[in-house]
Structure formats: structure tokens, C-alpha cells
């Protein structure tokens, strides 16, 4: 029988970010990672991923980042700094394929080098903004800020954009849904660690979801 001896417990009065960070990115797996593009004002092309991340809305399709200060110095991240400059961005979907250059775009490379042009990202035009798009990924997403709203000590701001227009590879995307499986995207774990989607379990779903994805009428626990 399971009993309060066998948990750790950790309060978290006092708690600093270091140690925060390492049980929150720990806790919280696996996490989709926002793979995003922006533009400065000189019109350099920034990429960056994001693992504090997730959609908060349907009606829009809105997509919410949490980006924070850099380690160390404290400073605003290139991201975060064009996104609030420019009210534009775009949320690439890393995948399998993608994985390695999504990763090597987190370095910290200075503000006047762009990424895409550093790592040699092939770039599509977008619709509705002016930041472009990664060629490579099945997914992206135009997104315009919608608020921006700081959380907690100061460290981290959440960034909520709307989703203005969808481009969807016609390999994941039959005109009405999206296959998940056949996009392989990629998640992130605790410390240095990824992880693919692994095992696909079917359970009936128990509330009709809007758009009825799923839905049958007919499911029961």
C-alpha cells in the first residue's frame, strides 16, 4: 500500500527558479515544442524552440509561449523581443526529420545572426504576416499577438497569439483532419532528453469535443 513515506516532499516556499525550473520541466512531459520564426527590424529571420507551450483557445485557434529571460544576464530573448516589436510570428511543428536543426537553432547565437540564414533553413513566404515560414516542417501556423502577459517574479511572460491562417502538408492533412502519426512531431522531456510518440493508445471519448473529432454518440466509459 502506497503510504506519504514513499514521496519526496518538496515546498515550495523559498523555492528558487533553478531548482523550480528543473521539477517543473521534469513534471510536466511530455511538452510539444513551438518551433518559432520571427523577424527583427532589420529584417533578419530568428528561429527558436519553445517547450512552454500549448493552444489555449478555439474560437480563434489562439496558441499561448511562455518565453523567458535568458539565464545569467536576465536579458529579453530575440524571440520574445520581435514578437512584442513586430506583433507577428509564426509556430513551426518540429518533427523526427526535423529534430536536429530545431535543436541546433536553441543555441544562443547574438541578436544580429540569424539562424535561418546560420543553418541554412529553407524558408517559405507567409500570408497574413511578414515572417516567413520553415520549409521543412508539415505544420505551420501565422499567428499575430494577441496579449502579452507577464507571470509570477518577472522571469517568464506568457505571449498569446492568434492564428490567422494554417499551412498543413497535404502528407498529414486529408482537407478535414489532421494526422498526428503521420506528422511524427517531437516533445521534449526533462534535461537533454526528446521523445517521439511512441505507442498510440485508442480509448472511446466520454464528451463530444468541439468539431466532434472522435465522436461517435455512442461512447461509454
Not at 517547450?51 to 518565453?67: F, G, K, W
Request: proline fraction near 8%; aromatic fraction near 8%; include cysteine.
Amino acid at each position: 500500500m502506497t503510504s506519504a513515506e514513499d514521496f519526496a516532499f518538496v515546498d515550495c516556499a523559498g523555492l528558487d527558479t533553478a531548482a523550480a525550473y528543473r521539477l517543473v520541466v521534469g513534471c510536466v512531459v511530455p511538452r510539444p515544442i513551438a518551433w518559432i520564426t520571427t523577424v527583427d527590424a532589420a529584417g533578419r529571420v530568428n528561429a527558436a524552440p519553445f517547450s512552454s507551450y500549448n493552444y489555449v483557445a478555439t474560437s480563434p485557434p489562439m496558441l499561448a509561449v511562455n518565453i523567458a529571460q535568458r539565464a545569467g544576464d536576465g536579458a529579453i530573448k530575440d524571440t520574445a523581443r520581435n514578437i512584442r516589436d513586430s506583433g507577428e510570428f509564426v509556430v513551426n511543428v518540429a518533427t523526427e526529420e526535423t529534430m536536429e536543426a530545431m535543436h541546433a537553432t536553441g543555441f544562443e547565437y547574438p541578436p544580429e545572426q540569424s539562424e535561418a540564414l546560420a543553418l541554412d533553413l529553407a524558408l517559405l513566404p507567409s500570408r497574413h504576416v511578414r515572417v516567413p515560414r520553415l520549409a521543412a516542417t508539415p505544420v505551420q501556423m501565422e499567428c499575430r499577438l494577441d496579449k502579452i502577459v507577464p507571470l509570477g517574479r518577472g522571469v517568464n511572460t506568457l505571449y498569446i497569439g492568434e492564428v490567422v491562417a494554417f499551412h498543413l502538408a497535404h502528407r498529414v492533412y486529408d482537407g478535414t483532419r489532421v494526422d498526428s502519426v503521420a506528422m511524427r512531431p517531437v516533445a521534449r522531456l526533462g534535461g537533454p532528453y526528446y521523445a517521439a510518440l511512441g505507442e498510440i493508445i485508442h480509448r472511446p471519448m466520454l464528451q463530444r469535443p468541439p468539431g466532434g473529432e472522435g465522436w461517435t454518440g455512442a461512447e461509454k466509459p
